[in-house]
C-alpha cells in the first residue's frame, strides 16, 4: 500500500475532512502518513489515538540536516499539536466543537461501509437521520462531496456517486411543507395525500438528487390508507377522544391507553410532546385554551363536507377568537413601545398566524405530522433497500451508544408544563421518535432488516 500523504500549504490547512481523508482508513482507524509544505516532509504516526509527528529528511544532504536540527523540529511540534488539537477537538471552544471531529470520521468510515455493500450500483442512495445540528455539520463539512470526487477520479467514463439525502427533502418536494400543514390547509392536504395527487415541485433544485422515481414512490406510499390513517394527525384525535371505554382492553398501550384513562390529560400531553422549541416556556393556561380549540377543531374536520361545515370552519378561525396570555403579553409590548391606539392598531394589524395563542395550536398538527411522516420515512426506505445513516449524538455531538434510555423512555413532556420549562427543549425531539421507530424495526421478529449506520458522536 502506498504512503498516505496530506499535502497542505500551511499548518492551519489541517482540518478534519483531511485528516478523516488522509489519515485515517475505510474503517476509521488512524493510519501513520506523512503531512508535505512544498518540499518539506513531516512523517505522522499513531499510537492510542494521538499522533506523534517528526521531520523526515531525505538524502545525504538531509541526513546531514538532521544531524544539525533533529527530527523534532518547531513545524514538526505545531504540525503534531495541530493534529491531535483537530482530533480531540482541542481547537474548539464548545463541546460540540470538541465532538465535530469525532462526527465526520464515523460517517466517513460509515459512507465506505455503504460503498463496499453497494455492488454495481453506480447511484446509491443514503438516507440521512438525526438531531439537525449534527445532519448539518456533516452537510457543510463538504464529506459527501469529497467522497464523491474520489469515486470520479477512480471512474471518470461511469463514476460512482453518494446521494445523501433527507426525508425533509423528499416532503418538500411534493409540498409536504410547514404551510401545508397549517390547520386551515391540513384538510385539503390530506385530500391530496390520500388520492396520490400531490404535485412535485419541478422548481425544487434538488429534485434531480432525490431521484424522480423515488419521489413518486414516496408520494404513492404516502397515499396507501394504512398511512394516510397515520397522518390524519384530527381523525386520530377524534377517535381518541372518542374512545368507549368499555371497549378498552388491558393490553392497550401507547395514546390509545392514555386517552382511555384520561382524555383531558392526554391531550395536553400530546400537545406539550408536539410543542416547538419557541413555545418552551408555554403556561398552563395557553394549553389549556389549546386543548379546547383541538377539541373544537377536531369536532368540525370530523363533519361531512357541507355549507355548514365551511360556516364552522370560517368562524372558527376568525381572529378575534384567537388571544391567549401570551398574546396579552405581546398586546402590552406594543402599547408600552407605542402608545395604546397605535400599539393596539399594530397589534390588530397582523394576521391570524402572528397570534401566539394560534401559532401553538397549528403547531400541534405541524410537528405531529411531521413526526409520522419521518416515522413513514424508515419503513419507505426500508422497502426500497435505501441504507439509513443515523446521527448518532445528542444536541452537544456527544454519542447516544449506552444511552438509548434517555430516548427510549423519555417522557418528560407527560409530567406538564413546568417539566417542560425546566428541560428547556420544548417538546420530544422527531429525531427520538424516529429512533424509537428505528428500534422497533431492527428488534421485530422475522421480516425484511432495515440496513442502518450508526455514526456515533464524541465523548466530549
Given at each position: 500500500m502506498s504512503q498516505s500523504i496530506l499535502h497542505i500549504g500551511g499548518i492551519g490547512d489541517i482540518g478534519a475532512m483531511n485528516v478523516t481523508d488522509k489519515l485515517q482508513d475505510d474503517k476509521g482507524d488512524f493510519r501513520n502518513g506523512q503531512v508535505r509544505i512544498d518540499t518539506r516532509r513531516y512523517d505522522v504516526t499513531f499510537r492510542d489515538g494521538k499522533a506523534d509527528v517528526s521531520r523526515s529528511f531525505y538524502g545525504f544532504t538531509g541526513w546531514i540536516m538532521s544531524l544539525f536540527v533533529g527530527k523534532k523540529t518547531t513545524t514538526a511540534l505545531a504540525i503534531e499539536k495541530k493534529l491531535n488539537d483537530v482530533i480531540t477537538g482541542a481547537d474548539k471552544d464548545t463541546a460540540f466543537g470538541k465532538n465535530s471531529f469525532q462526527i465526520i470520521s464515523s460517517n466517513r468510515a460509515k459512507l465506505n461501509e455503504i460503498l463496499a455493500e453497494s455492488g454495481g450500483k453506480k447511484v446509491i442512495e443514503v438516507a440521512d437521520y438525526?438531531?439537525?445540528?449534527?445532519?448539518?455539520?456533516?452537510?457543510?463539512?463538504?464529506?459527501?462531496?469529497?467522497?464523491?470526487?474520489?469515486?470520479?477520479?477512480?471512474?471518470?467514463?461511469?463514476?460512482?456517486?453518494?446521494n445523501f439525502n433527507k426525508i425533509d427533502g423528499y416532503n418538500t418536494v411534493v409540498g409536504i411543507v410547514p404551510g401545508a400543514l397549517d390547520a386551515r390547509n391540513l384538510p385539503a392536504t390530506l385530500q391530496k395525500i390520500a388520492g396520490g395527487k400531490l404535485v412535485i415541485d419541478d422548481k425544487i433544485k434538488p429534485r434531480s438528487q432525490y431521484g424522480l422515481q423515488r419521489v413518486k414512490d414516496w408520494r404513492s406510499f404516502l397515499a396507501r390508507p394504512e398511512n394516510v390513517k397515520k397522518l390524519n394527525i384530527p381523525a386520530k384525535l377524534?377517535?381518541?377522544?372518542?374512545l368507549d371505554p368499555g371497549l378498552v382492553t388491558e393490553k392497550q398501550t401507547g395514546w390509545k391507553a392514555a386517552f382511555s384513562a384520561d382524555k383531558d390529560r392526554a391531550l395536553k400531553q400530546f400537545i406539550l410532546k408536539n410543542l416547538p422549541y419557541s413555545f418552551r416556556n408555554v403556561s398552563e393556561e395557553s394549553v389549556d385554551l389549546v386543548a379546547q380549540k383541538i377539541k373544537e377543531y377536531v369536532e368540525i374536520f370530523h363533519m361531512e363536507d357541507s355549507p355548514e361545515k365551511t360556516r364552522k370552519l370560517d368562524e372558527f378561525f376568525k381572529k378575534e377568537n384567537w388571544f391567549g396570555p401570551e398574546d396579552q403579553a405581546l398586546l402590552n409590548e406594543r402599547i408600552e413601545e407605542y402608545g395604546e391606539e397605535d400599539g393596539r392598531e399594530m397589534f390588530e394589524g397582523n394576521p391570524l398566524e402572528s397570534r401566539q395563542l394560534y401559532g401553538l395550536f397549528t403547531n400541534v398538527f405541524v410537528v405531529s405530522t411531521f413526526r409520522q411522516a419521518s416515522k413513514l420515512g424508515l419503513d419507505f426506505f426500508l422497502e426500497q433497500g435505501v441504507p439509513v445513516m443515523f446521527q448518532y449524538a445528542d444536541y452537544n455531538g456527544k454519542s447516544l451508544k449506552g444511552r438509548e434510555d434517555e430516548f427510549r423512555k423519555e417522557n418528560y413532556w407527560t409530567q406538564g408544563c413546568d417539566a417542560v420549562k425546566d428541560k428547556g427543549?420544548?417538546?420530544s425531539a422527531i429525531t427520538h421518535s424516529e429512533l424509537r421507530r428505528v428500534f422497533r424495526l431492527l428488534e421485530r421478529p422475522g421480516g425484511k432488516e432495515l440496513n442502518v449506520k450508526f455514526a456515533e458522536g464524541g465523548r466530549n
Open positions: 438525526g438531531l439537525k445540528p449534527n445532519r448539518d455539520l456533516v452537510k457543510n463539512s463538504k464529506l459527501v462531496a469529497g467522497i464523491n470526487a474520489e469515486l470520479l477520479d477512480e471512474d471518470e467514463e461511469a463514476p460512482r456517486k453518494i377524534y377517535g381518541y377522544l372518542h427543549v420544548g417538546g
